[in-house]
């Protein structure tokens, strides 16, 4: 029998097996908390637990080497269910819940179980007016007219993917115009080569009528020239005289990128704004945990930082696909937001997940301040449309409604 073959069958039944336990257990978790026969407690994970599950979930081979260990860009398959196709990232799936549950001290239970909708005096948080959205001159080209499915005067963010040509830029922001929207395009600072490329996108853009640009270092490693960080191309000063706002990123989770205090660079762009006229509003990564969200919004607040904050949330978007974002900045806070909104283990892979419950909780935890809501501020919505741009203007559209007439 040959030791490779033998090798990879025992992975693979090994596999097979660690997620047939994970199954019953949650079946298990399920049935108890559908029936309320057992205290919460029973259903509370210890860390200890928590940290047993993730070192068994990291003992299953991730992909076997050769020729078909291929990238998964999309966690479902075609033909059948990930985990058939890749059961092992159903186990990670599940310790990683299990790890976010312990810190949490909340309920693995709840990754079966859907949120009970908050009290009326708990939704009233407007995140939703003035709400922005982002968007790709790809997923713009699916989109007959942005008048048809948003507001008149939605800001849209236009994402600067690595590669994009500056005349599709400028001719999405041109478009968008045209239709009733703000285009506020992306401006990644390590992707400039120099003044010179800066100088030219901004003509690019203010020729179109753009009066507002989002400004980011960018995720490239290496910069492309003299800038390193979007304080780099402030500095220049060529901005403030062409521009009537930029709006940087905040990180509620931290940043890799930005290994010493974030705050102090915060401070120095909201400084050189006000210094310099400019208005400038914060958008947050996208976040899956309302706890982080609400501390770093109050974190501002409390350092002097007065800005307009507009928290990034993914639109309404499969679990898969929250999923595979979300391995891509941490798996963590993605699982986190599965479990509370995910009806079934199938429901964890094929149904369409809205933001309702994160957004209700982050008006919980507002409301619910000690500090009193108003210390957090001017807070808005931003919405990343992972799950399809039509599908969250529409969802934002309809909930903006709902909210002003309840």
């Given amino acids: 029998d040959d030791?490779?073959?033998?090798?990879?069958?025992?992975?693979?039944?090994?596999?097979?097996?660690?997620?047939?336990v994970f199954v019953v257990v949650v079946l298990l978790l399920h049935h108890h908390t559908m029936s309320s026969r057992v205290p919460a407690a029973f259903l509370q994970v210890s860390p200890n637990t928590a940290l047993c599950l993730s070192k068994l979930s990291s003992t299953i081979p991730q992909a076997h080497a050769g020729p078909r260990n291929r990238p998964t860009h999309a966690i479902t398959s075609a033909n059948r269910p990930c985990f058939l196709a890749r059961p092992h990232r159903l186990v990670t799936a599940f310790a990683a819940a299990a790890v976010a549950a312990a810190h949490s001290n909340a309920p693995v239970g709840g990754l079966l179980t859907r949120h009970m909708s908050m009290s009326a005096?708990?939704?009233?948080?407007?995140?939703?007016?003035?709400?922005?959205?982002?968007?790709?001159?790809?997923?713009?080209?699916?989109?007959?007219?942005?008048?048809?499915?948003?507001?008149?005067?939605?800001?849209?963010?236009?994402?600067a993917i690595p590669g994009t040509p500056r005349e599709d830029m400028t001719a999405l922001c041109a478009r968008l115009g045209k239709e009733g929207m703000v285009a506020v395009?992306?401006?990644?600072?390590?992707?400039?080569?120099?003044?010179?490329?800066?100088?030219?996108?901004?003509?690019?853009?203010?020729?179109?009528?753009?009066?507002?640009?989002?400004?980011?270092?960018?995720?490239?490693?290496?910069?492309?020239?003299?800038?390193?960080?979007?304080?780099?191309?402030?500095?220049?000063?060529?901005?403030?005289?062409?521009?009537?706002?930029?709006?940087?990123?905040?990180?509620?989770?931290?940043?890799?990128?930005?290994?010493?205090?974030?705050?102090?660079?915060?401070?120095?762009?909201?400084?050189?704004?006000?210094?310099?006229?400019?208005?400038?509003?914060?958008?947050?990564?996208?976040?899956?945990?309302?706890?982080?969200?609400?501390?770093?919004?109050?974190?501002?607040?409390?350092?002097?930082?007065?800005?307009?904050?507009?928290?990034?949330?993914?639109g309404p978007t499969k679990p898969s696909t929250l999923i595979k974002y979300a391995m891509a900045c941490g798996v963590g806070p993605s699982?986190?937001?599965?479990?509370?909104?995910?009806?079934?283990?199938?429901?964890?892979?094929?149904?369409?997940?809205?933001?309702?419950?994160?957004?209700?909780?982050?008006?919980?935890?507002?409301?619910r301040s000690?500090?009193?809501?108003?210390?957090?501020?001017?807070?808005?919505?931003h919405l990343f449309s992972f799950g399809g741009f039509a599908a969250t203007a529409n969802w934002a559209r309809d909930t903006a409604a709902a909210q002003a007439d309840p």
């Fill in 3 to 20: 030791p490779v073959l033998r090798k990879k069958r025992e992975e693979t039944l090994r596999t097979y097996f660690v997620l047939v």
């Fill in 121 to 159: 005096a708990d939704r009233n948080l407007p995140l939703l007016q003035d709400f922005s959205i982002e968007t790709t001159p790809k997923s713009a080209s699916a989109i007959p007219d942005h008048s048809e499915i948003l507001p008149s005067g939605t800001r849209v963010y236009v994402a």
């Fill in 185 to 314: 395009p992306h401006l990644a600072a390590r992707a400039l080569s120099g003044r010179e490329e800066l100088h030219a996108w901004l003509h690019s853009f203010r020729s179109v009528g753009v009066e507002r640009v989002l400004l980011l270092a960018g995720d490239t490693k290496t910069p492309a020239g003299e800038f390193t960080s979007s304080m780099d191309v402030l500095k220049t000063n060529l901005l403030q005289h062409q521009l009537a706002g930029i709006d940087i990123v905040g990180h509620p989770e931290g940043s890799a990128n930005i290994p010493d205090d974030p705050l102090k660079h915060m401070r120095d762009k909201v400084q050189w704004a006000r210094e310099n006229n400019v208005q400038m509003d914060i958008l947050t990564q996208v976040c899956f945990n309302s706890s982080a969200v609400a501390d770093y919004c109050l974190r501002l607040r409390q350092d002097g930082i007065s800005n307009t904050l507009r928290v990034g949330m993914a």
């Fill in 335 to 367: 699982i986190s937001l599965l479990q509370k909104n995910s009806g079934t283990a199938f429901g964890l892979m094929t149904q369409r997940q809205t933001p309702d419950g994160l957004l209700n909780e982050i008006s919980t935890a507002v409301n």
């Fill in 370 to 381: 000690p500090a009193g809501s108003d210390a957090y501020g001017d807070l808005r919505l």
